[in-house]
């Protein structure tokens, strides 16, 4: 397994890393109480509600998930950060840290959350560089990883989409737009000029636990969920001063 070659290789992404059932366990169930605090803070009603059939309850979803509502407390960070996955990564890409877009807490961890059938809850394709780019804070380091985990998915109906070797070229029209949620109004989006329809991405048949690991230059954007279920991941970025730019 050699996750940092393809990741700075000619792929500019891995799935070589799977969590250990124990560890894919500890991160739902770290999602989940933060899931159920907050919905049940607004809707009583709600407090037996599975994460995975969330889709069928009637909430104001925008509102109620925020990207701040959807952070990992330092607390769940340090548990996560002790996991044989960690150890995993640290070796491949030598000692590093998590970084903090949001300025919440120290090192950031975050969830999202893609109903079935919505359009509006995935992203269109994007590289992490252009936030940067965008003024969404600065580079925190030279080597720049991004780890994207499912919790709960379906293969083939929902999940993550890359453009394979998209991270080489470093010219991609895009630009940017204010996104809705007002307390974001202050940063740029990235949204790609460039027709989807030629840049072929290509879905990742990535069952729970199964980590795409990938080039911060790397076209990807998450998939409309098709499923039955409501898809669920974890995500957050690694930084040191070392390796390849």
Known sequence: ??????????????TDLKLHEGELGLLESCIKAQFEETMWDKYVNLRNCDIG?????????ASLWIKKSRILSPLNVEMIKQLNFMKVLENEF???KISNEE???????????????????????????????????????????????????????NGLKVVPG???????????????????????????????????????????GRC???NEDLLHGGMFNAGTQTRISLEFLIYNDGGVE
């Open 1 to 14: 397994m050699s996750i940092k070659g393809d990741v700075f290789g000619d792929k500019g992404y891995s």
């Open 53 to 61: 059939d969330y889709h069928l309850h009637q909430v104001e979803h």
């Open 94 to 96: 030598g000692p590093f």
């Open 103 to 157: 300025r919440i807490y120290p090192e950031e961890i975050y969830w999202r959350i893609v109903r079935p059938y919505e359009m509006a809850d995935v992203g269109t394709l994007h590289a992490d560089r252009w936030f940067w780019d965008l003024g969404h804070g600065k580079k925190p380091g030279k080597q720049c990883v991004k780890i994207w985990i499912p919790i709960r998915c379906q293969p083939g109906h």
């Open 166 to 208: 998209s991270h080489k070229k470093k010219d991609w029209k895009y630009h940017g737009e204010h996104p809705s949620a007002d307390y974001r109004a202050h940063y740029m989006k990235p949204v790609i000029d460039e027709s989807e329809e030629d840049l072929k991405p290509i879905p990742l048949m990535t069952e729970p």
């Open 212 to 214: 795409v690991i990938f």
